[in-house]
């Protein structure tokens, strides 16, 4: 008989954190798994990820937050950039367990009627317009990373590292087998009021 092979103990336990992280989502509603799900982007999938969800308890959001700053905790760090409002209570988590104390920014694409328009579209370009502005990109922390997805070869941490499969509607099996569509997520997001802050006006 031989002997069965021995993991790499780091290995373990990066799975075990990871399976922590995800039970902790679970408990919050933020993830959905085993449904017909329509995605904003207009296709389907079984899983997803209501990132606002997650915010909704201090102490889970607070824990996640020292979590990811204490992986880049060996780095100088100025600020953390948030890609938007709806992801500010977890940067300003990961601002505050940073030992560099950083400040929180989030960034914006543009303004609309004198109004914040929320975020830029891709992690792409936010990084791009840090490095054009002369700062140096430090990595990318995050609560979920799809892992077929790449940032250009920047250091990515992520909570979960998980793939899922996502569908055009034309070639959906879970639409070809009969099975409901759940919109409430995209219905949600198309409810929420945009934001009344105002941009001061230029002297």
Not at 171 to 191: D, M, Q, S, T, Y
Request: proline fraction near 8%; charge should be positive; include cysteine.
């Amino acid at each position: 008989m031989s002997a069965t092979p021995r993991k790499d103990p780091v290995a373990v336990e990066a799975e075990v954190r990871e399976k922590i992280h995800l039970e902790i989502l679970k408990r919050t509603g933020a993830y959905h798994a085993n449904d017909h799900v329509l995605l904003p982007s207009g296709q389907h999938t079984t899983e997803y990820i209501e990132k606002t969800l997650v915010t909704m308890e201090p102490s889970f959001t607070e824990g996640l937050g020292a979590v990811i700053a204490k992986h880049f905790a060996q780095w100088p760090v100025d600020v953390v950039l948030s890609t938007g409002p709806g992801a500010l209570i977890l940067s300003h988590c990961v601002a505050r367990a940073h030992p560099s104390r950083p400040v929180v920014v989030y960034g914006t694409k543009g303004l609309s009627g004198g109004k914040r328009r929320v975020s830029l579209p891709t992690l792409n370009l936010l990084i791009n317009l840090v490095e054009q502005l002369g700062a140096q990109v430090v990595g990318v922390g995050c609560l979920w990373r799809r892992t077929s997805v790449e940032l250009s070869g920047r250091p990515v941490f992520s909570l979960v590292s998980r793939d899922f499969p996502t569908y055009d509607p034309d070639a959906c099996p879970l639409c070809k087998k009969g099975v409901p569509l759940n919109e409430e997520f995209v219905r949600r997001r198309h409810a929420r009021r945009p934001s009344s802050v105002q941009e001061p006006k230029a002297p």
